[in-house]
């Protein structure tokens, strides 16, 4: 099942500026939330357009409180999440999904042992072949892939 993350800005604290909104708490009041990482609000959808469509439903929100949002789609990618533009392309038809895995935005993954890992910089690599660039901007225990559309990597 597609899955919509939601990271939060640096400076709010999302889960409560979400619930705290009649509007946004009544869009998620049907989904299990979810926080697998430090400031962000997961939510498991049926669908990738369902995902979208609760993209766009918080959009007010996202705009103002999220720093990103993701979507994780395993029938398109076992390891990796999407964009929200891209998400939109795929469910839109304007993409292919299984050429979609040359852009990437990649976050460092620290702090697993203390409470929800932390989110880190995210860098953009472009994959050459199989292999995918080396995450360089810290010190992380892991790593996040995210495809995003050729646009937001040029952007």
Known sequence: MPRVCLLGAADVTLRYEL???ETA????????????????????????????ALCNDLNWYLVRFVRDALVE???VSETEWLSRRLATAIRDDEVDPAETGRYLRVYGVTGQDEGPPELRDPMYVART???VPAYDLHEVDDTLRVRVTEAEFEA
Do not use: K, Q
């Open 73 to 75: 789609d395993r029938s």
């Open 25 to 52: 708490r009544e869009a998620l009041a049907t989904y299990d939330l979810a926080a697998p990482y430090a400031n962000t609000v997961t939510a498991e959808t049926v669908s990738l357009g369902a995902a979208v």
């Open 19 to 21: 619930l705290s909104r």
């Open 129 to 131: 072949g199989e292999t």
